[in-house]
């Protein structure tokens, strides 16, 4: 049995709790606001419910009005120091742990 795309939405969305929902429309308000994007650019998922697109504002508000983290200058490590710290790691061809 196929479903259509608008089916499946639905059964997502029905099976995130309401409030799951709030928190995320205000967490992806706040993250676009630190992206950039202007107000009211909903996503297809807030956009018509009135609760979702409130949470989303006051996360955009809250996103808007904090502080860029200023650009850290990266220190450099003598050898001797990445040894000391990272040395006993296992660190595979990537750069990454494990891997």
């Given amino acids: 049995m196929k479903i259509t795309k608008r089916q499946l939405r639905k059964i997502i969305r029905e099976s995130i709790s309401r409030e799951d929902q709030i928190v995320s429309a205000y967490d992806s308000g706040a993250t676009d606001a630190e992206e950039g994007y202007d107000a009211g ?9 009135e609760e979702l697109m409130a949470s989303y504002d006051r996360g955009h508000e ?17 050898r001797e120091q990445f040894q000391k710290t990272y040395g006993d790691m296992d ?5 990454k742990a494990g891997y």
């Fill in 41 to 49: 650019s909903y996503h297809d998922w807030i956009d018509g419910d």
């Fill in 62 to 78: 809250d996103g808007s009005g904090m502080e860029e983290i200023p650009d850290r200058q990266v220190s450099r490590m003598s």
């Fill in 91 to 95: 660190v595979g061809t990537r750069g």
